[in-house]
């Protein structure tokens, strides 16, 4: 398993805008290509004083899987032209990570 990871930052003002435009469009865009080895998304959000910080995880099978959805650029931020209006500032490049260990709650 690889994880995407991506950091986006915006105004506490700006905050609910940006992600309304991931939640409604964003994700959903996403989700209806159905890629395969695509896993599902995530989307962290922590309110600081001055900035509030996005942190967008994707799960996917393989970089295979990555490079696929991504393109040959893969490491390239892919940041939709109407949410740049509303950052302040991002992550040029995502980071990946090949998951090593998982460990879940039993219930």
């Known amino acids: 398993m690889v994880t995407r990871i991506w950091h986006g930052y915006t105004t506490p003002e700006n905050a609910d805008t940006y992600e309304a435009v991931l939640r409604n469009e964003g994700f959903p865009s996403i989700v209806a290509k159905k890629i395969s080895g695509f896993r599902g998304i995530q989307l962290l959000r922590n309110n600081l004083p001055e900035e509030t910080e996005f942190v967008t995880i994707m799960w996917f099978d393989s970089i295979e899987q990555v490079k696929y959805y991504a393109g040959e650029n893969y490491q390239k931020a892919a940041v939709l032209d109407k949410v740049r209006k509303v950052l302040s500032r991002f992550d040029e ?4 990570y090949e998951m090593r260990v998982e460990s879940r709650a039993i219930e």
């Open 93 to 96: 490049y995502v980071k990946h």
